[in-house]
């Protein structure tokens, strides 16, 4: 028997030696990853038409008296946990709701007319961010940051620079002469990319099928940068795995002594709505109809047609897909222990109708295209909480650099406000809040108010202007005629006319409308 206690203990010891030994060495290797700057991480997070009300959190007492109408039952609790830990910004607004010009103005702290950007970037159309304007990453790149992108861009005119297999040639001339997608493009090396060292892109409206490309042979399989790799996976799911990867430094891609500044821009709820590009478990487990028998039971706004939105159960498994893999991310930074200092941006390019007013998608100037999600979340740098500044897309880089103590660094010609002091202290007299916000779509301009939404949109009749009272009207059903309330439509006109000029927009430049807009 005490022979026996002296084998057990001798292997007992041997065995502790081995756990601590090992644990010491994964503790090395963590202190490796942590052993950055005291400045904070920045983590751009840009889901894919996601409206603003599409979170769990909206339904507690706290958020509901902020919420214009009703909120949709999903469950979403990453996006809750970022909301109680942050600042949720109860009027986050996409100024011009489309993919393109909405990232244009975001990459940039400029308006379409100077980023240049004024519609989707697509075959046929010359749309396309500039190379020679300096972008987020650009900026945080020359700050000392390590850069990188996940996901869909969506910046860059398409071309066809492709051979037949999707693979980036450069030249039009044979085996090039190929389109790789109608809508977005790879974005090869060199200016276009503006200073992003790593690099996974996932093209194409097609959830479990995207075409990726990727400066990482060991993410894409052992493709080089151009060559088309297809994971045939769930986007989100593919892209969470690669960053986390990139986190932990795997393939040894990024200089741990530095800060990172990473943008991950998921493709849903963006659709498509099939069985075929969504997690069906996700579905079943949270939206089938065994908890909501009918689309009625989860479409909640009194202004939607339900015939419009059969898409919600699809659409709402997106959202807590995303909020899954999402979470995977931030608890991968919470082991590292800099999820406290990494200022996490949480929003989307532009919100989705969902059956309002007998629409879906966006594009349009109604509260379900404009409204989108803003939180910004840093424990280590400002206080949780709401804050209700009318918050537009060019005001997120030079507000983020801010926060980062760069704001020496943002440069003189970005449009977008600085809202950091507000954002730290509500009380502060330095900054003033802005009394509207610009709206744009290609044939209407309009600008939000904390009540109101000015409109004036062209259309084969000429001109129709309107104005919502958000307050009294939440679901906006009523367009009141500017002649009816002669001195509101003259302060919010006047309004206009003053967002026009600052951003030196084409209908300022031109006096489109001036018979109307007191330039």
Same mark, same amino acid.
């Given at each position: 028997m005490l022979k026996f206690l002296k084998i057990f203990g001798i292997i007992l010891f041997v065995f502790l030696t081995f756990v601590g030994c090992a644990s010491l060495e994964q503790n @090395? %290797? +963590?202190k490796i990853i942590k052993r950055v700057s005291? &400045?904070?991480n920045i983590l751009i997070i840009l889901p894919d038409q996601l409206r603003r009300y599409s979170a769990g959190f909206w339904t507690e007492d706290y958020y509901k008296k902020s919420v214009v109408g009703k909120s949709d039952p999903v469950v979403t609790p990453t996006i809750d946990r970022l909301a109680k830990n942050g600042v949720v910004f109860t009027n986050g607004i996409s100024n011009f709701p489309l993919c393109s010009p909405y990232r244009g103005m975001l990459m940039s702290g400029m308006y379409p007319e100077q980023n240049g950007i004024w519609n989707n970037c697509r075959i046929g159309r010359n749309e396309s961010l500039r190379d020679d304007i300096a972008t987020i990453t650009d900026l945080f790149y020359k700050a000392g940051y390590n850069t990188s992108y996940f996901g869909k861009l969506h910046w860059l005119k398409p071309e066809p620079l492709f051979d037949e297999n999707g693979n980036y040639i450069g030249t039009a001339d044979e085996p090039g002469g190929h389109y790789v997608n109608q809508y977005d493009t790879y974005v090869p090396p060199g200016k276009a990319r503006h200073? !992003?060292?790593y690099f996974y892109q996932s093209l194409k409206d097609s959830h479990k099928n995207p075409l990726t490309y990727s400066n990482d042979p060991k993410a894409v399989n052992g493709k080089k940068d151009g060559e088309l790799y297809q994971p045939k996976q769930f986007s989100s799911k593919i892209e969470a795995e690669k960053i986390i990867e990139y986190l932990q430094n795997k393939n040894n891609v990024?200089?741990?002594n530095k800060?990172?500044?990473m943008m991950w821009s998921l493709n849903p709820p963006h659709s498509p709505w099939e069985d075929q590009h969504t997690e069906m478990d996700v579905l079943k487990a949270?939206?089938?109809t065994d908890k909501y028998p009918t689309i009625a039971s989860l479409v909640l706004r009194e202004n939607a047609q339900t015939e419009k939105a059969k898409h919600v159960r699809h659409y709402f498994a997106h959202v807590t897909s995303v909020d899954n893999y999402i979470g995977k991310v931030l608890e991968a930074l919470e082991r590292q222990g800099v999820l406290d200092n990494t200022i996490v941006v949480f929003t989307s390019d532009h919100g989705e109708m969902l059956g309002s007013h007998g629409l879906k998608s966006k594009n349009v100037? @109604?509260? +379900?295209?404009?409204a989108i999600p803003l939180i910004i979340h840093w424990p280590k740098g400002i206080k949780s909480g709401i804050n209700g500044i009318l918050f537009g897309a060019p005001d997120i880089l030079p507000t983020l650099m801010g926060l980062a103590g760069? +704001? %020496? &660094? !943002?440069p003189k010609e970005v449009q977008g406000i600085n809202f950091a002091e507000l954002i730290k202290d509500q009380s502060t007299k330095n900054i003033q809040k802005p009394e509207s916000i610009l709206l744009m779509l290609n044939s209407a301009r309009g600008i939000m108010t904390e009540r109101y939404i000015l409109s004036v949109e062209e259309d084969k009749e000429g001109v129709s202007t309107y104005i919502y009272d958000n307050l009294k009207d939440p679901y906006q059903f009523v367009k009141l005629p500017l002649d009816d309330h002669p001195k509101l439509s003259e302060r919010l006109l006047k309004e206009l006319a003053s967002q026009l000029k600052k951003t030196n927009d084409p209908w300022f430049k031109h006096k489109e409308h001036a018979e109307l807009i007191p330039y």
């Open positions: @090395k %290797k +963590e005291d &400045n904070p200073s !992003i060292e990024r200089d741990t800060p990172f500044c949270h939206y089938d100037i @109604k509260t +379900e295209a404009l760069l +704001e %020496k &660094n !943002i």
